[in-house]
Nanobody, 123 residues
Framework: VQLQASGGGLVQAGGSLRLSCAAS????????MGWFRQAPGKEREFVTA????????LYADSVKGRFTISRDNAKNTVYLQMNSLKPEDTAVYYC?????????????????WGQGTQVTVSS
């Protein structure tokens, strides 16, 4: 699976961004999808995940109520709607695809990774 993330940019605190991750090469609906992020000097951290059909979503506590993950299996795309952004959300955001439907907070459960898209939130 090839993953192409897009939609990052510079936004003021309180603003919104919508990230997209387009998949190609395999059957998209066979994969759970996740978003992770990595800030400078920090480890990669889980943000959110969605199961194959979209019936189940998971969120990190730090983004719960502000971020929403969704997917369109007909378009082979997963989305991350980010509202009420904070400076601490600044990071490179990566999408990932995994054949597992367990332990989706763990990056080792994912088989394929996109190249990342930079999100910068100014105060």
């Amino acid at each position: 699976v090839q993953l192409q993330a897009s939609g990052g940019g510079l936004v003021q605190a309180g603003g919104s961004l919508r990230l997209s991750c387009a998949a190609s090469g395999r059957t998209f609906s066979d994969y759970s999808m996740g978003w992770f992020r990595q800030a400078p000097g920090k480890e990669r951290e889980f943000v959110t995940a969605i199961t194959r059909s979209g019936s189940t979503t998971l969120y990190a506590d730090s983004v719960k109520g502000r971020f929403t993950i969704s997917r369109d299996n007909a378009k082979n795309t997963v989305y991350l709607q980010m509202n009420s952004l904070k400076p601490e959300d600044t990071a490179v955001y990566y999408c990932a695809a995994g054949s597992s439907f367990h332990s989706l907070r763990n990056p080792s459960r994912y088989d394929y990774w996109g190249q990342g898209t930079q999100v910068t939130v100014s105060s």
